[in-house]
C-alpha cells in the first residue's frame, strides 16, 4: 500500500522573467462550437495578467484547460514546469483556483471550509492550523471563521473562495471573474487583497469582463475574442498603439454618426460605434481638416482600454 | 501548432502518485464535518427504522410463519435486514450525494481543481460511505437481540461485510448520479434496480421459495451474497460457501469503481 509522502509542498519562487503558463496553438472544441482556437499564451513569472474579454470569448474555458478539469483537443499546455494535462496534479499542487461559481459548501464554516482544502492541498499537518489563520486574516475572516458558509454576505463569501484558493500559499493564482456579480464597495475591496497578491510575487492569472478591473489590477493584458487572443501588452501600451491619447466622441441621429464614421476612415483614423455616439480614436492626430469638417459639437476624453477591445474585437465589453 | 519548447520554470511541487490518501483524507474531513450536523438524525432513522421494520415483519408477519427453515422468523428478518440497510445506508448517499455535489454544489469542481484526481474523490466518498454504512447496518442486529436472537462470536465479522457490501452499493450509486440525466431519473433507479435487489435477496423469505429463474437471479445479486454472509457470520460459518459470497461482494465492489470513476471522469472533465 502506498503511504502518503510527508514530503512538504516547497514553493520555489521561479526566475524572474520566467513564463509560470505556456500555452501553444490550443484548441478545445464543444461539439460544434470551438471555444479556445490555437490560443497562444504566455504568462511571466511575479505578474498579473488579464484575460479580458466579452462573456463566450474562451476565457472560462482557458482556466479549465489550465487546471485539467478540460482537456484541449490539440496544442500544449505548461503550467508551472508541468505538462498539463499528463502532469497536472503536481501543477495544481502550486496553484490555487478561485472559480467564477461560488462552490463553497454552505453547511460547513468558513473556517470548516479552508480546513478541507488545507487537507486537499497537502498543507503539512504541522502548517496547517497556521495556514487557516493566515488565510482567515488575509480575508478578514476571523471574527467570522464560525459561520457556515452560507450564512456569510456575497462579499464574505467571495473573500472566502480568494482565501480557500491561497491557503498552501500557491506561486500562481488562477482568478476567475472575481468579482463578477458584485457591488462596487465589495469590488473594491477584493481588488486591495488581488493587489496584495501582486505585490507578494504571486502569479496572477485573472479572467474578467470587466475594464476597469483589468486596467486597475493587471501588469499585462491578454485580449481575447472567439478563443484566441487578439492583442497582448501592458494597458496603457495597448490604448497608445490602438486608440491613441485622445478620443473625440459625436452624437447624433444614425445620418450623422455616418457621416462622422466616413470622414474619420478616410483621414485614417479608426472609430468605434456605440448606441447613440460614434468615438474617432487617436484624436490627437487629427488633420484641422476633419476637425473642421467634422464641427466643434465633440466630446473630448482620454482613450481607454476598452476601446481598444471595442476596435480590435467589434464586441462591447462592461 | 507552433512551438512546443519548454518555456515554465518547474516549481519544487512534491511528486504526487497516481492515487494518494491524502485527497481521500479531505474528502473525508469534508465529510465529518459534515456528519458533525446530521449524525442525529442519521442515527434515529439508522436505529428507529430496523426496529419498525422488527415490529411489522417481525411480529405482524411472523404471526402468520413461525418458523423458516431452521430458524425463528424473527432471527430470519433481523438478520437479512442487515443486508437492506447496508442497501439503503450506502445506495442512497451515493446517489443523492453524488448528484447534489457534483450538479447543484460543484463541490465536486472545486476538489478537482486542487491536486485531486477523479478516481481519488470517488474513493475517499465511497470509503466513507461504506465505513458509516457498515456500522449503521449493524444496528438491526442490535434490534434483533432485543427481539431475542442470541449473540454470536461470528457477529464481530458483521461490519466486515457490510462495508464491503455498502462499498459496491456506495459505487453503484456514484455510477447512477454520473448517468443520469436528472435528479428525478433516480426514479428508474429506485424502482428499476434497487427495489428488486431488495426483494429477491433472501431478506424477509427464503430464495428457495422463489421461481427457478430467480433463484439465478439471486445468485447475481449482491445483497443476497450479504445476507448469506451475516447469517453465517451469526448462525455458523461455511468456509468455501462464505469465500466465495466474500469474493462475490469484492468483485462487484472492484467492477463498480471502475465503471463509476470512468462515469464521473466522463462528467466531471470536459
Not at chain 1, 64 to 92: H, M, W, Y
Not at chain 2, 40 to 69: D, K, N, Q, W
Request: with cysteine.
Amino acid at each position: 500500500m502506498a503511504v502518503q509522502r510527508t514530503e512538504t509542498i516547497s514553493i520555489q519562487r521561479a526566475t524572474e522573467g520566467a513564463a509560470a503558463i505556456s500555452l501553444r496553438g490550443v484548441v478545445k472544441r464543444f461539439g460544434k462550437l470551438t471555444a479556445v482556437d490555437g490560443l497562444d499564451l504566455d504568462v511571466p513569472n511575479g505578474i498579473c495578467l488579464g484575460l479580458l474579454g466579452p462573456n463566450g470569448a474562451g476565457k472560462s474555458t482557458t482556466m479549465k484547460l489550465l487546471t485539467a478539469q478540460a482537456i484541449a483537443d490539440e496544442g500544449a499546455i505548461e503550467v508551472l514546469g508541468f505538462a498539463v494535462p499528463r502532469e497536472s496534479k503536481r501543477a495544481r499542487a502550486s496553484m490555487g483556483v478561485v472559480p467564477q461559481q461560488d462552490n463553497l459548501d454552505e453547511e460547513l464554516t468558513a473556517r470548516e471550509n479552508l480546513e478541507v482544502f488545507a487537507h486537499l492541498y497537502r498543507v503539512p499537518r504541522k502548517d496547517r492550523e497556521a495556514a487557516v489563520e493566515d488565510a482567515l486574516e488575509l480575508a478578514h475572516l476571523t471574527d467570522r471563521q464560525r459561520t457556515k458558509a452560507g450564512d456569510l454576505s456575497g462579499g464574505m463569501r467571495r473573500r472566502l473562495l480568494i482565501a480557500r484558493g491561497l491557503v498552501h500559499r500557491p506561486a500562481l493564482v488562477l482568478l476567475d471573474e472575481p468579482t463578477v456579480g458584485l457591488d462596487p464597495q465589495v469590488r473594491a475591496e477584493l481588488w486591495g487583497l488581488i493587489d496584495g497578491l501582486r505585490s507578494r510575487g504571486t502569479t496572477v492569472l485573472m479572467s474578467t469582463h470587466y475594464i476597469e478591473e483589468a486596467e486597475r489590477l493587471a501588469d499585462d493584458c491578454a485580449l481575447m475574442s472567439h478563443g484566441k487572443v487578439a492583442a497582448r501588452g501592458a494597458p496603457a501600451e495597448l490604448i497608445a498603439e490602438h486608440a491613441g491619447e485622445r478620443v473625440v466622441e459625436h452624437y447624433g441621429p444614425p445620418e450623422r454618426l455616418e457621416a462622422v464614421e466616413r470622414l474619420a476612415h478616410a483621414a485614417g483614423l479608426p472609430t468605434r460605434r456605440t448606441g447613440t455616439s460614434v468615438s474617432v480614436l487617436k484624436a490627437e492626430t487629427m488633420p484641422h481638416s476633419l476637425i473642421d469638417d467634422l464641427g466643434p459639437d465633440g466630446v473630448r476624453r482620454a482613450a481607454n482600454l476598452e476601446d481598444v477591445f471595442v476596435v480590435l474585437t467589434g464586441e462591447r465589453v462592461e | 501548432m507552433t512551438d512546443t519548447t519548454v518555456r515554465t520554470t518547474r516549481h519544487a511541487a512534491p511528486r504526487l502518485r497516481r492515487f494518494e490518501l491524502a485527497p481521500v483524507r479531505g474528502v473525508w474531513r469534508h465529510e465529518i464535518a459534515l456528519f458533525k450536523r446530521y449524525w442525529r438524525s442519521a442515527s434515529f432513522a439508522s436505529m428507529f427504522e430496523p426496529t419498525f421494520m422488527m415490529l411489522a415483519f417481525g411480529y405482524g408477519f411472523g404471526s402468520l410463519v413461525a418458523v423458516v427453515g431452521d430458524f425463528r422468523y424473527l432471527d430470519f428478518v433481523g438478520t437479512g435486514m442487515v443486508g437492506t440497510a447496508a442497501l439503503f445506508t450506502s445506495v442512497f448517499p451515493g446517489m443523492f450525494n453524488g448528484y447534489i455535489r457534483r450538479v447543484y454544489q460543484h463541490t465536486y469542481d472545486a476538489m478537482l481543481a486542487a491536486p485531486v484526481d477523479t478516481h481519488e474523490l470517488v474513493t475517499g466518498e465511497a470509503l466513507w460511505i461504506a465505513s458509516k454504512s457498515a456500522l449503521y447496518s449493524c444496528s438491526p442486529l442490535v434490534v434483533a437481540m432485543f427481539f431475542g436472537l442470541d449473540p454470536a462470536p461470528g457477529m464481530v465479522l458483521v461490519p466486515l461485510v457490510t462495508f464491503v457490501t455498502a462499498l459496491g452499493f456506495a459505487l453503484f450509486g456514484m455510477w447512477a448520479s454520473a448517468i443520469v440525466p436528472s435528479i428525478n431519473s433516480f426514479d428508474y433507479v429506485i424502482t428499476g434496480v434497487v427495489t428488486p435487489l431488495f426483494l429477491i435477496a433472501g431478506t424477509f423469505f427464503p430464495v428457495d421459495s422463489l421461481p427457478g429463474w430467480v433463484h439465478v437471479v439471486a445468485r447475481i445479486n449482491p445483497l443476497y451474497h450479504c445476507v448469506e454472509l451475516v447469517r453465517h457470520a451469526v448462525f455458523g460459518l461455511k468456509p468455501l460457501a462464505d469465500l466465495g459470497h466474500l469474493a462475490a461482494l469484492g468483485l462487484f465492489a472492484a467492477l463498480m469503481w471502475i465503471i463509476a470513476v470512468r462515469a464521473m471522469r466522463r462528467r466531471l472533465i470536459a
